[in-house]
């Protein structure tokens, strides 16, 4: 109870902060855009970068956390995409909008502030980098889907360089991997950070986690709507969030527990990046290629106000089982 009252109120009092905010009209519904884009573009990557190249490399080749992380996520993508086309008969690139509901988190928004929160400055790479790790996979296979569905479509318009172009592009300049690749360059070759650089990237760093939180408080303001009746009872939602809360932190922790071996935070960490609610960069792809739209927006909801039992409940087990003290 300590814990939760402690660790885990704070982080969804930051997200009722910005729900309040919202419907109050204190700040605008609207904002939230910006406030995600600020967010996305500017604040996470910088975070990411800073906890990146300040890391030995050794820790970024910790082969046995990037596996349990992989696996967690693929199982969970995969067995969902094979449910979905056997027993509701979908095709196509759809499936790949299905299986990111089942698999990707808000590890950047809600995962990387929670940990920090919780454990300071030494949570800040083991979570950038199961951040990197939930995103890159992911996004790369969905957007790889789509693109290649469109591809043959298109066939005799654009030729194999373009659309190769057209996969690879997004996915290397995604904020976030950009971020990540030039952190583990500086890592790579043991380059210190000169001041300036480093007060700036801490400055925007401690920026990341409060506002991406408020943002989504704020987001939540216009979506009463996905409530109703009709959507609570979808049962493709509720499939998805059994895969989402329930099969992708199951599999993790067996992974954890069973077959690879990682130190206690790190274990923690992927253990429980698995097990956050859906992420509302699923809602941006469903928009962006116009499939399971108002599935998606149900599912991040019901997930979000889901998770704050199930990430309490997780937490605190996580915290007894390996002992792992409070604080930074």
Known sequence: MQIIIDIILPIFAIILCGYIA?????????????????????????????????????????????????LGILSS????????????????????????????????????????????????????????????PVIATVIVTFEWVRAKENRHEKGLFYFLQDVIKPVLFHPITLSVLLGI??????????????????????????????????????QKELLKWSSLVNKEVHFLLFMKLGFQPTITLLLVFFVFELEPLWALTTILMSALPIGAG???????????????????????????LTISILFIYLIEHYSISIGG
């Open 22 to 70: 919202g419907r109050t009209e204190v700040i605008s519904a609207s904002g939230s855009k910006t406030l995600n884009s600020y967010v996305f573009f500017v604040a996470l990557p910088a975070l990411l970068f800073y906890a990146v190249a300040n890391a030995p490399i050794s820790q970024l080749t910790n082969w046995n956390f990037l596996f349990a992380n992989l």
């Open 77 to 136: 993508f995969f067995l969902t995409i094979l449910f979905i086309r056997l027993f509701l008969k979908k095709k196509s690139a759809v499936l790949s909008i299905y299986g990111m509901n089942a698999s990707y988190g808000t590890t950047g928004y809600m995962g990387l502030p929670l940990l920090i929160a919780a454990f300071g400055d030494k949570a800040a790479l083991p979570a950038a980098l199961a951040t990197l790790i939930h995103n890159i």
């Open 185 to 222: 360059t500086f890592s790579l070759f043991n380059i210190t950070l000169p001041k300036s650089l480093d007060i700036f990237a801490s400055f925007l760093s401690d920026a990341a986690g409060p506002t991406a939180l408020f943002a989504i408080g704020l987001g939540l303001t216009n």
């Open 282 to 308: 699923v809602f941006v792809f469903a928009q962006k290629y116009d499939n399971l739209t108002q599935e998606t927006s149900t599912g991040i909801v019901l997930s979000l106000l889901l998770s704050v």
